[in-house]
């Protein structure tokens, strides 16, 4: 089926900066949606950004406007996570995932995705 593949994690000073990828097998990406989530240690795993098939529709979360950026290469299968001015708050794994999307939709959304990666670590020092 969709395999997703995260990359991109470590370990950085608050104020620093990070970008994750995640690559997609098959040839259907462009089929789905695409989101970044997280999860901490004791937490539940929140939503982080997403953004349409195209590409041209994203949607962040309150916690992360203005920090970070989400962007797709469908030709590439990949999407990526500029992540900036990274706060403590922000470690937790990350893990990409696919949300098939009828293809008249620009819609992203939080909840409801189907395909999800192995994740990767995050952890912003201070």
């Known amino acids: 089926q969709v395999q997703l593949v995260e990359t991109g994690g470590g370990v950085v000073q608050a104020g620093g900066s990070l970008k994750l990828s995640c690559t997609a097998s098959g040839r259907t990406f462009s089929m789905y949606a695409m989101g970044w989530f997280r999860q901490a240690p004791g937490k539940e795993r929140e939503f982080v950004a997403g953004v349409s098939r195209s590409g041209d529709t994203v949607y962040y979360a309150d916690s992360v406007k203005g920090r970070f950026s989400i962007s797709r290469d469908n030709a590439k299968n990949t999407v990526a996570l500029q992540m900036n001015s990274l706060k403590p708050a922000d470690t937790a794994v990350y893990y990409c995932?696919?949300?098939?999307?009828?293809?008249?939709?620009?819609?992203?959304?939080?909840?409801?995705?189907?395909?999800w990666g192995q994740g990767t670590q995050v952890t912003v020092s201070s």
């Open positions: 995932a696919a949300d098939w999307t009828p293809i008249s939709s620009t819609r992203v959304r939080t909840e409801g995705y189907d395909y």
